[in-house]
């Protein structure tokens, strides 16, 4: 089973920009599609960004959209959520789960898809 360890995370004044990365170990991700999560404490887990295992596709939730950019780097063996204009209301733990399903097809895994959780990367945004 894939490793996934996030990191990057830090402190940022809203507005500002991040970039998170989540780096994979034990065997390749490039055959899974990937997506970011985010929790904040007292609230559900959220759905991102994903991509596709080629990288072809991406999909975001529409509160980040035009905001946050996933993309990945398969000879790496990592991904990235690019994190621009961040607002106070997005200080969370971030994290990357992989699809379950291998060489998914044009599109991004379905809610439940994700398995491999990391430990997560802190996100805190001040005001």
């Known amino acids: 089973q894939v490793q996934l360890v996030e990191s990057g995370g830090g402190l940022v004044q809203a507005g500002g920009s991040l970039r998170i990365s989540c780096a994979a170990s034990?065997?390749?991700?490039?055959?899974?599609?990937m997506g970011w999560f985010r929790q904040a404490p007292g609230k559900e887990r959220e759905f991102v960004a994903a991509i596709t295992w080629s990288g072809g596709y991406t999909q975001y939730a529409d509160s980040v959209k035009g905001r946050f950019t996933i993309s990945r780097d398969n000879a790496k063996n990592t991904v990235y959520l690019q994190m621009n204009s961040l607002n106070p209301g997005e200080p969370a733990f971030y994290y990357c789960p992989a699809d379950r399903v291998a060489f998914r097809p044009l599109v991004t895994p379905p809610p439940g898809a994700y398995v491999s959780w990391g430990q997560g990367t802190q996100v805190t945004v001040s005001q």
């Open positions: 034990g065997r390749t991700i490039s055959t899974q599609a």
